[in-house]
């Protein structure tokens, strides 16, 4: 199941909302997560189930949507916020990602 | 606290095979779906397959030729081998667990990663 996300980066203020949308080319049936990767580092979940917060996560990050498109949005964006956030759909074999989006500092 | 660690050559010839084993300290292998990724320098994530512990596998049919994955209950371990390593299987290899869906218990979300293991297809 092809997946894309956009926009591909963007550049955000701290404090700033910040909003990512993926879409999936067929129905995922919410079975839709959110990671974030640093460089350097392994990626670090989210959201899951399309608007599951993880256990440990800030609460500004949120996660919404339906098929064929969801969005994840952090709600005041701090410093350790910026990194690259790739959605993930694990409803078809094999479990696929979004190219990702990286989010940098204006 | 659970963790994953990733262990094997950080470089391996052309044609060879690839041997990475993934320890799990702080909790069993048990009712998860042990998982590994990779990832080429600078792009995405790829799945390359999963090992439940009841002994279930799922291979990306991109990869599913080359690959092997093991798991070892009594030493905490599960293992990838990928045969016929080229340039581009060139990336950082993870090893994850990923949780069963809560409606049907099918592969579902990854909440542990490991670190990485960084591995160069070179002569």
């Known amino acids: 199941i092809q997946m894309t996300q956009s926009p591909s980066s963007l550049s955000a203020s701290v404090g700033d909302r910040v909003t990512i949308t993926c879409r999936s080319f067929q129905g995922i049936s919410d079975f839709l997560s959110w990671y974030q990767q640093k460089p350097g580092q392994a990626p670090k979940l989210l959201i899951y189930e399309a608007s599951r917060l993880q256990s440990g996560v800030p609460r500004r990050f949120r996660g919404s949507g339906s098929d064929p498109d969801y969005t994840l949005t952090i709600d005041g964006v701090q410093p350790e916020d910026f990194a690259t956030y790739y959605c993930?759909?694990?409803?078809?074999?094999?479990?696929?990602f979004g190219p990702g989006t990286t989010v940098d500092i204006k | 606290q659970v963790q994953l660690q990733e262990s094997g050559p950080g470089l391996v010839k052309p044609s060879e095979t690839l041997s990475l084993t993934c320890k799990l300290s702080g909790d069993s292998i048990s009712h998860f779906y042990w998982t590994w990724f990779r990832q080429p320098p600078g792009k995405g994530l790829e799945y390359i397959g999963y090992i439940h512990n009841d002994g279930r596998t799922n291979y990306n049919p991109s990869l599913q030729s080359r690959v092997t994955l093991s798991v070892d209950t009594s030493t905490h371990e599960f293992s990838l081998k990928v045969s016929s390593m080229t340039a581009a299987d060139t990336a950082v290899y993870y090893c994850a667990r990923a949780q069963p869906r809560s409606y049907d218990f099918y592969l579902g979300h990854v909440d542990l990663w490991g670190q990485g293991r960084q591995v160069t297809v070179s002569p």
């Open positions: 993930q759909q694990n409803y078809g074999t094999p479990p696929t």
